[in-house]
């Protein structure tokens, strides 16, 4: 591999681990998390969320989507009913979807969502299998993303993180969870 290779790799990397830094800015250590009831089917869970997510929203439609780990516990679509900006954390929150951050960064990134990869979940990728134990900074090559889509307009990578990204309201948002790239955006 080239210097030039290997600069633009670590380059790329360190981006990643930045970006995953002010995604989850104000996320809610899984301690704070209610007991789950029984779990709702895949089938029925996916069913739900593609209805809602194609139905009108007055406020800020949210999304989970587990994408490439496909753990539907974790998927999830609502409309949160706002009428100004909002901050995405507080959305989140209203919309019950719980994030959790890392053990060296509990509130500045985020690892889970809704419990998703559990932690004793083989995540497959390109290298093999992974575990994520939620200790340190989640994998580049496996972790949760942060989406936008204005109401007339193409999703877009969140530029800033749960605690300072303001959400109007016909906008959407979501979590998307990415393993060596894919899916590379969120569905429609």
């Not at 990643?16 to 830094?21: D, E, K, R, V, Y």
Request: proline share 7%.
């Amino acid at each position: 591999m080239t210097l030039t290779k290997i600069r633009t790799a670590a380059a790329s990397s360190l981006a990643a681990a930045g970006l995953l830094f002010s995604l989850a800015a104000c996320s809610t250590p899984a301690a704070n998390q209610p007991t789950a009831s029984a779990p709702a089917s895949p089938a029925s869970t996916a069913t739900a969320s593609s209805a809602a997510a194609s139905e009108p929203c007055d406020g800020v439609k949210v999304i989970v989507d587990s994408g490439a780990v496909k753990q539907a516990a974790a998927d999830t679509s609502t409309c949160v009913p706002v009428t100004e900006p909002t901050v995405a954390s507080e959305i989140l929150d209203e919309a019950n979807v719980k994030t959790e951050g890392t053990e060296q960064y509990p509130t500045e990134l985020v690892c889970r969502v809704n419990g998703v990869p559990a932690a004793d979940f083989d995540i497959v990728h390109k290298a093999g299998t992974y575990k994520e134990e939620c200790k340190d900074t989640p994998a580049a090559f496996a972790y949760w993303a942060l989406w936008v889509k204005p109401d007339a307009g193409d999703w877009a990578y969140a530029q800033e993180g749960l605690a300072t990204l303001k959400v109007s309201p016909g906008e959407s948002l979501q979590l998307l969870f990415t393993v060596d790239g894919e899916p590379a955006t969120p569905k429609a």
